[in-house]
């Protein structure tokens, strides 16, 4: 039988006390936002409630210490350069996880 392996990169801040992470969910919702240019339309896409998704956003930038979105009123919304780096940090670090786990599960489980 062939097995799999899967792991979900969590970034957090090294303070214990702050609440949330920046996280598969969180990247997940900043995509939306940089396809519909809104918070508000990437949370349905997502379904889940604007205020949970502005939770979601909030918190990650308290764990990364900086902003993630930029909030134009009614234009909406659009990702700092900075929330920019983050997704695609996240992106590397997840694919480097996924390769690891695809070269080692077998070489360990088989």
């Given amino acids: 039988m062939k097995l799999k392996a899967s792991a979900r990169l969590v970034v957090n801040s090294e303070n ?50 900086y902003q993630l979105l930029l909030r134009d009123g009614a234009r909406g919304s659009s990702l700092t350069p900075e929330g920019a780096r983050a997704v695609e940090a996240y992106r590397v670090l997840q694919d480097e996880i996924d390769e690891l786990l695809r070269r080692r599960t077998p070489e360990l489980f088989g």
Avoid: I
């Fill in 16 to 65: 214990p006390e702050l609440p949330g992470t920046f996280s598969h969910g969180c990247v997940m919702l900043l995509d939306g936002v940089s396809r519909t240019k809104s918070l508000n339309k990437a949370a349905k896409e997502l379904g889940m409630a604007y205020s949970k998704a502005w939770r979601l956003v909030k918190e990650a930038e308290g764990q990364l210490g």
